[in-house]
């Protein structure tokens, strides 16, 4: 299957500071991907859409101005946490559908996930 | 709001035995079901995908969809320890085609 990374995989800051989450399609292009946030024995919710070349789209209760999303290319989208606090600290996972010309948004079933990384704020 | 409901266990089989996970969804209008395993600290992994009633088989691996009932599961066959894991089941979400996740079942195969 394709591959999709993610960087760090492990970061610890302080309350305050901002952190980018890097998440990149390695052997395939992705005009979406999206961003999920894990917390200890809770499952996966989704938290953004992250579309190329548009602003992204947010799911209900998750602050834009906090979680900023970049779509630079076609295999890379960032996801910043500004001024993280203790209760940000959580697993964040990106995925991404591979783009294929033709197909509808949303008309596929192959999903990859990145690795995940893991954010912990002091 | 679709949701995806999972019993979340711990549910404990002895190796060699069959595991049988179950799924329940709140869209009747729900096309694309997925099953997926999620190691601890690690992100999912994707089992396998249905889209049809009826079963589907992937080597030890049978998935089970009635629409009718808006249940899906997942059987183990000759569960190993390596199987001991998390399994998220989940639909499609919006016209993105982000998924929506159940809360897992945690499965433990005991030697």
């Known amino acids: 299957g394709a591959v999709v990374s993610q960087h760090p995989s492990r970061v610890i800051c302080k309350s305050g500071t901002s952190v980018k989450i890097e998440c990149r399609s390695l052997?395939?292009?992705?005009?979406?991907m999206f961003w999920y946030r894990q917390f200890p024995k809770q499952s996966l919710m989704l938290m953004a859409t992250?579309?190329?070349?548009?602003?992204?789209?947010?799911e209900q209760g998750v602050e834009k101005d906090k979680f900023l999303i970049n779509h630079a290319s076609l295999t890379l989208s960032t996801l910043t946490v500004t001024s993280a606090h203790p209760e940000d600290s959580s697993f964040y996972i990106c995925?991404?559908?591979?783009?294929?010309?033709?197909?509808?948004?949303?008309?596929?079933?192959?999903?990859?996930f990145g690795p995940g990384t893991r954010l912990t704020v002091l | 709001q679709k949701e995806v409901e999972q019993n979340s266990g711990p549910l404990s089989v002895p190796e060699g035995a069959i595991a049988s996970l179950n799924c329940t969804y709140s869209?009747?209008?729900?096309?694309?079901f997925f099953w997926y395993r999620q190691y601890s600290g690690k992100s999912p992994e994707l089992i396998m995908f249905?889209?049809?009633?009826g079963d589907k088989e992937d080597g030890r691996f049978t998935a089970q969809l009635n629409k009718a009932s808006q249940y899906v599961s997942l059987l183990i066959r000759d569960s190993q320890p390596s199987d001991s894991a998390t399994y998220l089941c989940?639909?499609?979400?919006?016209?993105?085609?982000?998924?929506?996740f159940g809360k897992g079942t945690k499965l433990s195969v005991k030697p």
């Open positions: 052997d395939f292009q992705a005009t979406t």
């Open positions: 992250s579309n190329e070349g548009s602003k992204a789209t947010y």
């Open positions: 249905i889209y049809s009633n």
């Open positions: 995925s991404a559908p591979p783009w294929r010309r033709g197909r509808a948004p949303g008309a596929y079933n192959e999903q990859f």
């Open positions: 869209d009747r209008g729900s096309q694309s």
């Open positions: 989940a639909v499609r979400g919006g016209s993105q085609g982000n998924l929506i």
